[in-house]
Protein backbone atom coordinates (compact mmCIF):
# COMPACT_ATOMS: atom_id res chain seq x y z
CA UNK A 1 0.00 0.00 0.00
CA UNK A 2 1.69 3.20 -0.55
CA UNK A 3 1.26 6.04 1.73
CA UNK A 4 -0.79 8.18 1.06
CA UNK A 5 0.71 11.05 3.43
CA UNK A 6 4.05 10.93 1.91
CA UNK A 7 2.58 11.05 -1.31
CA UNK A 8 0.74 13.87 -0.72
CA UNK A 9 3.53 16.02 0.94
CA UNK A 10 5.20 14.97 -2.97
CA UNK A 11 2.70 16.80 -4.72
CA UNK A 12 3.00 19.95 -2.43
CA UNK A 13 6.42 20.18 -4.12
CA UNK A 14 4.78 20.37 -7.24
CA UNK A 15 6.97 17.35 -8.58
CA UNK A 16 5.94 16.41 -11.78
CA UNK A 17 4.90 12.66 -12.56
CA UNK A 18 7.49 11.36 -14.82
CA UNK A 19 6.30 9.44 -17.95
CA UNK A 20 8.84 7.12 -19.42
CA UNK A 21 7.73 6.38 -22.99
CA UNK A 22 5.53 8.45 -25.55
CA UNK A 23 3.84 5.92 -27.08
CA UNK A 24 -0.22 5.60 -27.20
CA UNK A 25 0.23 4.59 -23.41
CA UNK A 26 2.01 7.37 -22.11
CA UNK A 27 0.47 9.55 -24.11
CA UNK A 28 -3.01 8.77 -23.18
CA UNK A 29 -1.45 8.25 -19.15
CA UNK A 30 -0.33 11.97 -19.62
CA UNK A 31 -3.52 13.22 -21.29
CA UNK A 32 -5.68 12.21 -18.33
CA UNK A 33 -3.03 13.19 -15.48
CA UNK A 34 -3.08 16.82 -16.85
CA UNK A 35 -6.75 17.13 -17.05
CA UNK A 36 -6.81 16.62 -13.09
CA UNK A 37 -4.11 19.78 -13.04
CA UNK A 38 -1.08 17.50 -12.37
CA UNK A 39 2.43 18.29 -13.59
CA UNK A 40 3.28 16.03 -15.73
CA UNK A 41 6.65 15.51 -17.99
CA UNK A 42 6.97 12.66 -20.68
CA UNK A 43 10.23 11.57 -21.32
CA UNK A 44 11.09 9.29 -25.02
CA UNK A 45 14.21 7.92 -26.25
CA UNK A 46 13.13 8.42 -29.59
CA UNK A 47 13.06 11.73 -32.22
CA UNK A 48 9.03 11.55 -32.23
CA UNK A 49 6.65 10.75 -30.31
CA UNK A 50 4.00 7.29 -31.11
CA UNK A 51 6.60 4.62 -30.94
CA UNK A 52 4.92 1.34 -32.53
CA UNK A 53 2.52 3.61 -34.10
CA UNK A 54 5.12 4.82 -36.47
CA UNK A 55 5.29 6.23 -39.86
CA UNK A 56 8.09 6.96 -42.45
CA UNK A 57 8.38 9.39 -45.33
CA UNK A 58 11.02 8.52 -48.22
CA UNK A 59 10.59 10.98 -50.57
CA UNK A 60 6.51 10.93 -52.13
CA UNK A 61 6.28 7.48 -50.03
CA UNK A 62 5.17 6.96 -46.79
CA UNK A 63 5.01 3.66 -45.15
CA UNK A 64 3.23 2.83 -41.98
CA UNK A 65 5.60 0.59 -40.91
CA UNK A 66 4.86 -0.89 -36.82
CA UNK A 67 0.83 -0.58 -36.41
CA UNK A 68 -1.63 -0.99 -39.46
CA UNK A 69 -4.70 0.15 -37.80
CA UNK A 70 -6.50 -0.40 -34.25
CA UNK A 71 -9.92 -1.30 -32.93
CA UNK A 72 -12.22 1.24 -30.71
CA UNK A 73 -14.63 -1.20 -28.79
CA UNK A 74 -14.70 0.49 -25.31
CA UNK A 75 -16.23 4.11 -25.05
CA UNK A 76 -12.89 5.47 -22.78
CA UNK A 77 -10.91 4.70 -26.40
CA UNK A 78 -14.18 6.00 -29.01
CA UNK A 79 -14.33 8.98 -27.05
CA UNK A 80 -11.07 10.28 -27.88
CA UNK A 81 -11.13 8.36 -31.65
CA UNK A 82 -14.14 11.06 -32.30
CA UNK A 83 -12.38 13.92 -31.25
CA UNK A 84 -9.21 12.76 -33.62
CA UNK A 85 -11.94 12.26 -36.25
CA UNK A 86 -13.63 15.56 -35.73
CA UNK A 87 -10.10 17.44 -36.40
CA UNK A 88 -9.20 14.90 -39.52
CA UNK A 89 -6.76 13.02 -37.85
CA UNK A 90 -8.30 9.37 -38.04
CA UNK A 91 -10.72 7.53 -40.36
CA UNK A 92 -12.47 4.32 -40.31
CA UNK A 93 -10.97 1.61 -42.55
CA UNK A 94 -12.14 -2.52 -43.30
CA UNK A 95 -8.88 -4.34 -44.04
CA UNK A 96 -9.47 -7.55 -44.81
CA UNK A 97 -8.63 -9.66 -41.96
CA UNK A 98 -10.33 -12.65 -40.40
CA UNK A 99 -11.96 -10.73 -37.65
CA UNK A 100 -13.62 -8.17 -39.79
CA UNK A 101 -17.21 -7.20 -37.90
CA UNK A 102 -16.50 -4.06 -37.35
CA UNK A 103 -14.68 -0.92 -38.56
CA UNK A 104 -10.86 -0.50 -37.70
CA UNK A 105 -9.93 3.00 -37.55
CA UNK A 106 -6.63 4.15 -39.05
CA UNK A 107 -4.81 7.90 -39.20
CA UNK A 108 -5.72 10.13 -42.62
CA UNK A 109 -2.10 11.04 -42.80
CA UNK A 110 -0.26 8.37 -41.40
CA UNK A 111 -0.60 6.33 -38.16
CA UNK A 112 1.80 8.51 -36.16
CA UNK A 113 -0.54 11.45 -36.23
CA UNK A 114 -2.66 9.84 -33.85
CA UNK A 115 0.50 10.23 -31.28
CA UNK A 116 0.89 13.68 -32.31
CA UNK A 117 -2.57 14.76 -31.91
CA UNK A 118 -2.15 13.30 -28.35
CA UNK A 119 0.58 14.91 -27.22
CA UNK A 120 -0.10 18.19 -28.61
CA UNK A 121 -0.76 20.10 -25.46
CA UNK A 122 1.58 17.66 -23.32
CA UNK A 123 5.33 18.51 -22.32
CA UNK A 124 7.35 15.72 -24.18
CA UNK A 125 10.80 15.71 -24.09
CA UNK A 126 11.97 13.91 -26.76
CA UNK A 127 15.77 12.26 -27.60
CA UNK A 128 15.90 11.09 -24.17
CA UNK A 129 16.76 7.61 -23.14
CA UNK A 130 15.90 6.96 -19.68
CA UNK A 131 18.83 4.79 -17.77
CA UNK A 132 18.08 4.62 -14.11
CA UNK A 133 15.12 5.39 -11.95
CA UNK A 134 16.43 6.02 -8.00
CA UNK A 135 14.16 6.63 -5.04
CA UNK A 136 15.59 9.10 -2.83
CA UNK A 137 13.72 9.96 0.74
CA UNK A 138 10.87 12.03 -0.91
CA UNK A 139 11.01 11.89 -4.38
CA UNK A 140 12.19 9.59 -7.41
CA UNK A 141 15.13 10.83 -9.60
CA UNK A 142 14.72 9.78 -13.14
CA UNK A 143 18.64 9.74 -14.89
CA UNK A 144 18.92 10.01 -18.75
CA UNK A 145 22.01 8.65 -20.53
CA UNK A 146 23.00 12.06 -20.48
CA UNK A 147 22.77 12.03 -16.93
CA UNK A 148 20.08 14.67 -16.60
CA UNK A 149 18.21 14.14 -13.55
CA UNK A 150 14.58 14.84 -13.76
CA UNK A 151 12.98 15.14 -10.19
CA UNK A 152 9.34 13.23 -9.76
CA UNK A 153 6.64 12.66 -7.54
CA UNK A 154 5.38 9.58 -9.15
CA UNK A 155 6.90 7.44 -12.05
CA UNK A 156 4.84 5.51 -15.19
CA UNK A 157 6.75 3.35 -16.74
CA UNK A 158 5.40 2.49 -20.30
CA UNK A 159 8.14 0.79 -22.20
CA UNK A 160 7.69 -3.08 -23.64
CA UNK A 161 8.20 -4.89 -20.61
CA UNK A 162 11.76 -6.67 -21.29
CA UNK A 163 12.87 -3.18 -22.00
CA UNK A 164 11.76 -1.85 -18.36
CA UNK A 165 13.45 -4.98 -16.70
CA UNK A 166 16.48 -3.67 -18.36
CA UNK A 167 16.01 -0.93 -16.93
CA UNK A 168 15.35 -2.32 -13.58
CA UNK A 169 18.04 -3.82 -13.81
CA UNK A 170 20.22 -0.64 -14.34
CA UNK A 171 18.43 0.53 -11.41
CA UNK A 172 19.87 -2.61 -8.76
CA UNK A 173 21.01 -1.04 -5.60
CA UNK A 174 18.92 2.56 -5.89
CA UNK A 175 15.33 1.10 -5.67
CA UNK A 176 13.92 -0.99 -2.72
CA UNK A 177 13.89 -4.53 -3.56
CA UNK A 178 11.00 -5.65 -5.35
CA UNK A 179 9.38 -8.52 -7.11
CA UNK A 180 9.47 -8.25 -10.92
CA UNK A 181 7.36 -11.58 -11.59
CA UNK A 182 4.71 -9.77 -13.31
CA UNK A 183 7.01 -7.83 -15.82
CA UNK A 184 8.40 -11.21 -16.38
CA UNK A 185 4.91 -13.06 -17.39
CA UNK A 186 4.60 -10.71 -20.84
CA UNK A 187 6.51 -11.88 -24.20
CA UNK A 188 6.55 -10.04 -27.65
CA UNK A 189 6.86 -11.06 -30.74
CA UNK A 190 9.82 -9.69 -33.39
CA UNK A 191 8.77 -8.72 -36.18
CA UNK A 192 10.25 -7.51 -39.67
CA UNK A 193 8.83 -5.20 -41.91
CA UNK A 194 9.90 -4.50 -45.24
CA UNK A 195 9.10 -0.96 -46.68
CA UNK A 196 8.89 -0.81 -50.71
CA UNK A 197 8.66 1.58 -52.85
CA UNK A 198 6.68 0.70 -56.47
CA UNK A 199 6.86 2.12 -59.98
CA UNK A 200 3.02 1.79 -59.88
CA UNK A 201 -0.47 0.63 -58.55
CA UNK A 202 0.09 -2.74 -56.50
CA UNK A 203 -2.03 -5.05 -56.80
CA UNK A 204 -3.22 -5.30 -53.32
CA UNK A 205 -6.90 -5.76 -53.55
CA UNK A 206 -9.24 -2.59 -51.78
CA UNK A 207 -9.25 -1.26 -49.55
CA UNK A 208 -5.40 -1.42 -49.66
CA UNK A 209 -4.81 -4.25 -46.29
CA UNK A 210 -4.85 -7.73 -46.11
CA UNK A 211 -4.03 -10.44 -43.51
CA UNK A 212 -2.19 -13.28 -45.47
CA UNK A 213 -1.90 -17.07 -44.21
CA UNK A 214 1.63 -17.41 -45.43
CA UNK A 215 4.38 -19.11 -43.51
CA UNK A 216 7.12 -16.29 -43.86
CA UNK A 217 4.32 -13.15 -43.67
CA UNK A 218 1.52 -11.71 -42.47
CA UNK A 219 0.47 -8.90 -43.49
CA UNK A 220 0.62 -6.68 -46.85
CA UNK A 221 -0.79 -3.17 -46.84
CA UNK A 222 -0.68 -0.31 -49.79
CA UNK A 223 0.29 2.88 -48.37
CA UNK A 224 -0.99 4.77 -51.40
CA UNK A 225 -4.33 3.02 -51.47
CA UNK A 226 -4.82 3.49 -47.39
CA UNK A 227 -4.21 7.18 -48.97
CA UNK A 228 -1.27 8.41 -46.90
CA UNK A 229 1.18 8.08 -49.72
CA UNK A 230 1.46 9.64 -52.54
CA UNK A 231 4.19 7.25 -54.33
CA UNK A 232 2.99 3.58 -54.63
CA UNK A 233 4.32 1.48 -52.00
CA UNK A 234 3.70 -1.12 -49.74
CA UNK A 235 4.86 -2.45 -46.34
CA UNK A 236 5.20 -5.92 -45.97
CA UNK A 237 5.21 -7.86 -42.46
CA UNK A 238 6.75 -11.13 -41.52
CA UNK A 239 5.58 -13.81 -39.72
CA UNK A 240 6.88 -14.04 -35.83
CA UNK A 241 8.38 -17.34 -36.83
CA UNK A 242 10.22 -16.05 -39.82
CA UNK A 243 11.14 -13.04 -37.80
CA UNK A 244 12.70 -15.37 -34.94
CA UNK A 245 14.63 -17.32 -37.73
CA UNK A 246 15.75 -14.69 -39.18
CA UNK A 247 16.99 -12.42 -36.04
CA UNK A 248 20.82 -12.74 -37.64
CA UNK A 249 20.29 -13.05 -41.23
CA UNK A 250 21.53 -10.80 -44.04
CA UNK A 251 19.06 -8.34 -44.30
CA UNK A 252 19.25 -8.27 -48.10
CA UNK A 253 18.48 -11.76 -48.09
CA UNK A 254 15.78 -11.00 -45.55
CA UNK A 255 14.40 -8.73 -48.09
CA UNK A 256 14.75 -11.09 -50.60
CA UNK A 257 12.80 -13.92 -48.77
CA UNK A 258 9.76 -11.28 -48.30
CA UNK A 259 9.37 -10.21 -51.39
CA UNK A 260 9.35 -13.83 -52.70
CA UNK A 261 6.51 -14.58 -50.50
CA UNK A 262 4.31 -11.52 -51.84
CA UNK A 263 5.32 -11.22 -55.41
CA UNK A 264 1.94 -11.97 -56.69
CA UNK A 265 0.53 -8.76 -55.00
CA UNK A 266 3.35 -6.66 -56.49
CA UNK A 267 3.83 -7.57 -60.14
CA UNK A 268 4.21 -6.68 -62.72
CA UNK A 269 4.85 -3.32 -60.44
CA UNK A 270 8.85 -2.82 -60.17
CA UNK A 271 10.44 -2.52 -56.63
CA UNK A 272 12.22 0.74 -57.19
CA UNK A 273 13.36 1.16 -53.46
CA UNK A 274 13.03 -1.12 -50.16
CA UNK A 275 14.23 -1.12 -47.16
CA UNK A 276 13.70 -3.32 -43.99
CA UNK A 277 12.84 -2.29 -40.22
CA UNK A 278 13.50 -5.05 -37.16
CA UNK A 279 10.95 -4.49 -34.52
CA UNK A 280 12.51 -6.45 -31.34
CA UNK A 281 9.39 -5.87 -29.98
CA UNK A 282 5.94 -6.00 -32.09
CA UNK A 283 3.06 -7.29 -30.70
CA UNK A 284 2.86 -8.70 -26.57
CA UNK A 285 1.45 -12.50 -27.19
CA UNK A 286 1.94 -13.04 -23.65
CA UNK A 287 0.03 -10.34 -21.44
CA UNK A 288 -0.02 -9.49 -17.82
CA UNK A 289 -3.84 -10.09 -17.13
CA UNK A 290 -4.73 -6.24 -15.53
CA UNK A 291 -4.32 -3.03 -17.18
CA UNK A 292 -1.65 -1.95 -15.45
CA UNK A 293 1.27 -3.21 -12.42
CA UNK A 294 2.09 -0.73 -9.31
CA UNK A 295 5.47 -2.17 -7.48
CA UNK A 296 5.48 -2.19 -3.76
CA UNK A 297 7.59 0.69 -3.47
CA UNK A 298 6.57 3.84 -0.85
CA UNK A 299 6.46 6.06 -3.66
CA UNK A 300 4.54 5.14 -6.36
CA UNK A 301 5.96 3.43 -9.54
CA UNK A 302 3.83 2.08 -11.90
CA UNK A 303 4.07 -0.25 -15.15
CA UNK A 304 1.59 0.04 -18.15
CA UNK A 305 1.38 -0.13 -21.62
CA UNK A 306 0.24 -3.13 -24.69
CA UNK A 307 2.02 -6.10 -22.25
CA UNK A 308 -0.73 -4.89 -20.04
CA UNK A 309 -4.50 -6.09 -20.16
CA UNK A 310 -5.70 -6.41 -23.93
CA UNK A 311 -2.78 -5.20 -25.40
CA UNK A 312 -2.52 -3.45 -29.29
CA UNK A 313 -3.20 0.12 -29.75
CA UNK A 314 -6.79 0.11 -27.93
CA UNK A 315 -5.39 -1.87 -25.16
CA UNK A 316 -2.49 0.17 -24.46
CA UNK A 317 -4.57 3.13 -24.50
CA UNK A 318 -6.14 1.97 -21.83
CA UNK A 319 -3.18 0.51 -20.03
CA UNK A 320 -2.21 3.93 -19.48
CA UNK A 321 -5.75 5.61 -18.68
CA UNK A 322 -6.33 3.23 -15.88
CA UNK A 323 -2.88 3.48 -14.53
CA UNK A 324 -3.42 7.55 -14.39
CA UNK A 325 -6.65 6.99 -12.85
CA UNK A 326 -5.49 5.08 -10.23
CA UNK A 327 -2.42 7.24 -9.47
CA UNK A 328 -5.20 10.31 -8.89
CA UNK A 329 -6.94 8.37 -7.01
CA UNK A 330 -4.00 7.78 -4.77
CA UNK A 331 -2.98 11.27 -4.67
CA UNK A 332 -6.68 12.21 -3.30
CA UNK A 333 -7.21 14.24 -6.45
C1 LIG B 1 5.01 -4.35 -36.80
C2 LIG B 1 3.89 -4.04 -35.83
C3 LIG B 1 2.57 -4.17 -36.24
C4 LIG B 1 1.52 -3.85 -35.37
N1 LIG B 1 0.24 -3.89 -35.81
C5 LIG B 1 -0.75 -3.46 -35.01
C6 LIG B 1 -2.06 -3.29 -35.51
O1 LIG B 1 -2.31 -3.42 -36.71
N2 LIG B 1 -3.05 -2.91 -34.64
C7 LIG B 1 -2.79 -2.66 -33.31
O2 LIG B 1 -3.72 -2.30 -32.58
N3 LIG B 1 -1.54 -2.78 -32.82
C8 LIG B 1 -0.52 -3.15 -33.64
N4 LIG B 1 0.76 -3.20 -33.18
C9 LIG B 1 0.99 -3.01 -31.74
C10 LIG B 1 0.89 -1.54 -31.34
O3 LIG B 1 1.74 -0.77 -32.15
C11 LIG B 1 1.31 -1.43 -29.87
O4 LIG B 1 0.53 -2.33 -29.11
C12 LIG B 1 1.15 -0.03 -29.27
O5 LIG B 1 1.53 0.96 -30.19
C13 LIG B 1 1.99 0.00 -28.02
O6 LIG B 1 1.95 1.28 -27.41
P1 LIG B 1 2.79 1.51 -26.07
O7 LIG B 1 2.60 2.90 -25.70
O8 LIG B 1 2.44 0.44 -25.09
O9 LIG B 1 4.32 1.20 -26.46
P2 LIG B 1 5.26 1.89 -27.54
O10 LIG B 1 4.51 2.37 -28.69
O11 LIG B 1 6.37 0.91 -27.78
O12 LIG B 1 5.84 3.16 -26.77
C14 LIG B 1 6.91 3.06 -25.86
C15 LIG B 1 7.79 4.28 -26.02
O13 LIG B 1 8.83 4.18 -25.04
C16 LIG B 1 10.02 4.69 -25.60
N5 LIG B 1 11.12 4.12 -24.81
C17 LIG B 1 11.53 2.83 -24.75
N6 LIG B 1 12.56 2.71 -23.88
C18 LIG B 1 12.79 3.95 -23.40
C19 LIG B 1 13.72 4.48 -22.44
N7 LIG B 1 14.60 3.72 -21.81
N8 LIG B 1 13.69 5.81 -22.18
C20 LIG B 1 12.79 6.63 -22.80
N9 LIG B 1 11.88 6.18 -23.70
C21 LIG B 1 11.89 4.86 -23.98
C22 LIG B 1 9.98 4.27 -27.06
O14 LIG B 1 10.77 5.12 -27.87
C23 LIG B 1 8.48 4.38 -27.37
O15 LIG B 1 8.18 5.63 -27.96
C24 LIG B 1 1.83 -3.46 -34.04
C25 LIG B 1 3.16 -3.29 -33.64
C26 LIG B 1 4.17 -3.55 -34.54
C27 LIG B 1 5.61 -3.29 -34.14
Redesign the pocket.
Known amino acids: MLDLRVNIAFMRKNLPVII???????LAAARCLVAANIPVLV????RG?????ATRRSGDATFDH??????ARTSDFQRVVEEAKYSGIVQPWWPKIPDNTHSRWIGTTGMNAVPKFLAESLTVLKE????QIQAQSDEWHVITEELDVYQASAVLV???AP?ALE?LDKSAGHLPEFSHAPLHQIAYHP?F?LLAILDRASNVPAPGGLALEHKNVTWIADNYQKGISKQPSVTV?ASPIFSQLHLHTDPDLVEEKLLEAVVDYIEPAKVVQRQIHF?R????YERYAEPFWQAKTELPLLFG??GFGT??????FL??LTMAEQLIEKLGR
Open positions: IGAGISGLDKGVGGRMGAQFFSKRVTTIPQLCAHWYSLAGDGNVEGASG
